[in-house]
């Protein structure tokens, strides 16, 4: 992964690498290659990683059929 950095900015840089790996889940495979992880507990984290998006997709897919309200928009202050 590489980054550009602009006019000796090295912060702005940062933020960007450290938003790009947020993005591509380097940090979670990170902290889950620290320690072992045993195979029951890996098969029931990733059964809960599927119901919370299985869980998601249906609230997105209710909210476009009209269902549930759409999410809550934020107020802007002037």
Known sequence: MQVLVRDNNVDQALRVLKKRMQREGIFR???ARESYEKP???RVREQAEAV?????MEKK???????????KKAARTR
């Open 61 to 71: 897919k209710m909210q476009r059929e009209g269902l549930l309200p759409g999410p």
């Open 40 to 42: 029951s507990e890996k």
């Open 29 to 31: 495979e990170m902290r």
């Open 52 to 56: 919370r998006r299985h869980r998601k």
